[in-house]
């Protein structure tokens, strides 16, 4: 509180309309409220008061940002660029006031205007601009930058409409469209003056340029523009604000004075509309889509706005473009934004007239690209009919970039045609494919995985021939995710109580203080105070859940998670087998050692992805049974949280107590979720796959419920023949499980309903789920025995959040920044403005 005296010198200090105390917050929601939504108290909406909340916050980080953009300016800061094809960057006022220090202050504000914050907090709609945990590493990345003080841009699309919202009706996943911008967007500033256009199609032409040199060009049978829309990234205990820059779609000027010209209204008209859906959707699907023009179109849209602001940046600040791979280092998220390559090239050679040699040089030193999967399905290609006819342009380029690369490597392992056709950028078969991992690999100078077996693997297998090639271009660095979001704003009871358990808040920024926890692990009082903390947590996620879906949830039982995109590798289906294995359990009586849990599911499907859906309607059928069965429902109960997206996962992850990590070995790249569970002090289940191995050695093997096939035995079984009907048949119990499902009893008496799923399991079972189906039971028996035992649960519990630290974006983004970008940190002075 401040006394009238120091609120007085205070206003005097501050700047009238940015100024951090609570009257000046207060002063200026009112102001907000009025003069941007036109509404005075009595009559707004809660709607009207979240943006008279996110236009004051935003207000107060325009300073930051204002002096960001000026030192990087004036230091010439190596900058670096992240690009990514998505953005899950969940709701943004809590985060920001986080950020900003002022949670406090605004939350005091508001009541004493009888407005409930965390209630104008729930009116934000997410921008979902990414389908899962490829997504959402970027915004984590995002914001881990800024925390540590590196300048870095964000480059993505900015989608009309985001993943779409998940309903569930009749146990059925229904898609229904994101309108996010519906309301408006508080948080971006457009950007009309920076705009690019982007060419498509047409055809190339050889020219001699003043020097007689004869040089190539394209002409684009059409232009369309890129307009930017910028959204600041706060750092936490920094002034430093990074810029997400999103690339919005329009008709490009010359194209509309054409049409207009030759009085064809209508064409300029759904030329522009036209023109504007290629922003219109992200693509719900996280492996590539087979084909999809729009998708290709979408990739080289981002691509081209990105690199060509680098350029006008780079000629703005630096000068020439000879120094371009030192003001900037680019980040590829994947193969999606891999067109960069070429597109880099094409701008330093025809608009820039470098030689091959020298834009190879700068490109090359540019670009460094991760990896984030080992999936065959997820790895892009695109068909060279399709580039032909819309980037003719790259092709020729990408042409000649793998005859060059081609030449190394013959000149390297003579006579070794196999190989060249191995690693030729260029797949040949009935339909030629441009392979864009080896297009990211060849032009990139590093390239890493995201978990340390992933990056073994992709080494050892996925880019085999090209780590043999280029042993030093490969790295690992482990995933991480920002404790900012997915504990201080998630889960504020357990920030406050391991505040006042280390006697300081510094773990926010540096996570591996949270180590400060560990000698405090058998302290009864704490041990009180953290199961009391998961209890309330609990009871806000049932009270939630009773509200969205009608389910009532235990707060007693073991709450046991599993939430992330839904797919056969994740193995949602295996739990959903122990959760029948529990159900014929309890009904005939076998209740001796049983502990009451709530299995809890989160996750969408894709919407063309059929058995991923079929596995959703499973799980929503077990649970009508199960939550409908007196003689069960007391011990197990079943409820599936609808559009799990980022603001709904802040729900689940205080609330979990048992984290769910069940993919088949080698299949997760990294798995992130696993970190947000571990990180809110729940234990793991989980197989020795992506992050969990590195989670397990963490946390110590004691703290962690391990089970399954290693990652080199899974490869094994699959030389030696995997036959999962010998699983079925010799195993009573898990047959019975399967025959249960095919019994109707969950379906209404539809004995077929769910035979692609059971039949796939017993005839083919491509993620070993049958494999791993006793070891996981077993494993559960194990959960529960230890469940029973609250004390040692919760030691469990915290020492897996004290000695979790490492998993913080802002070690991840430490690697990044000295093994792969060589950048250091640029701070921005906290000084008057
Ligand atoms: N991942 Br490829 C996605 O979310 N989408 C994709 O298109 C691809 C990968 C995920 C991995 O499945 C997950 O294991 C990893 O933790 C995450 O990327 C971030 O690296």
Redesign the pocket.
Known sequence: MNSPDTTVQQAKREHTRTGMSKDAFQRDLLDNLFYIQGRFREVATPHDLYMAAAYTTRDRLLARWVKSAQTFKATHARTVCYLSAEYLLGPHLASNLVNLGITETARAAAEELGMDMDALIEEEEEPGLG????GR?AACFMESLATCQIPAIGYGIRYEFGIFKQAIEDGWQVEKGDNWLRNGNPWEIPRPKISFAVGFGGHTESYRDERSQVRLRWQPAFEIRGVAYDTPILGYGSQNVNLLRLWKAEASESLDLQAFNTGDYYGAVHAKIEAETLSKVLYPN?EPEAGKELRLKQQYFLVSCSMQDMIRLHLNTVGPLEGFADKFTVQLN?THPALAVAELMRLLLDRHAMTWEEAWGITHKTFCYTN??LLPE?LETWPVSLFERLLPRHLEIIYEINRRFLDEVRMRFLGDEARVRRMSLIAEGHERRVRMAHLAVVGSHAVNG?AKLHSYLVKAMLFKDFAELWPERFHNVT?GVTPRRFVVVANPRLAKLITETCGQDDWIRDLEQLRALEPHVDDAGLQGRWQEVKRAAKQDLAQWMKQATGIELDPESMFDVQAKRIHEYKRQHLKVLHIVRCYQRIKQGQVQGLVPRTFIFGGKAAPGYFMAKLIIKLINAVAEVVNNDPQVNDWIRVAFMPDFNVKNGQRLYPAAELSEQISLAGK?????GNMKFSMNGALTIGTLD?ANIEIREAVGPENFFLFGLTAEEVLQRQMTGYRPWEYYQNDPELKSDLDLINSGLFSHGDTQLFRPLTDNLINHDPFMVLADYRAYLECQEQVDRIYRDPERWTRMSILNVARIGYFSSDRAIREYAERIWQVGPQPVLDTEH
């Open positions: 389908n899962g945990g490829l590493l996280d994947d984030h999967t997820a995201v995933n997760e790249a990294s798995g992130t992506g």
